[in-house]
């Protein structure tokens, strides 16, 4: 089923949510499983919205790549506040 993870990093800039993208989706692309992602300057920090294939996919990418590059130099520090659902609506374009 579609999930959907949001991650607010409080504090972060958008050079240092570069920075961790660079580390993490090295080749500029989205990793395995992933559909969509956004992310926005929000009051006191960076949100990102990404949605999965599966909730699966996103718990692998978080843990195996996302959070092993935590802290990253130049990017993120300390943990997200995170939220997720099973999604039981996406309207596309």
């Not at 972060?12 to 992602?37: C, I, K, N, W």
């Not at 909730?55 to 130099?73: G, T």
Request: with cysteine; hydrophobic share 40%.
């Amino acid at each position: 089923m579609t999930y959907i993870l949001t991650h607010f990093w409080p504090g972060a800039t958008e050079e240092e949510y570069r920075a961790e993208v660079a580390a993490v989706h090295p080749d500029g692309g989205l990793p395995q499983g992933q559909l969509y992602h956004a992310a926005g300057n929000a009051e006191g920090g960076v949100l990102i919205v990404a949605v999965w294939d599966s909730k699966e996919s996103s718990d692998r990418f978080v843990a195996e790549v996302l959070m092993p590059h935590v802290p990253e130099p130049g990017g993120f520090s300390g943990e997200p506040e995170e939220r997720s659902a099973e999604c039981f609506n996406l309207l596309t374009q």
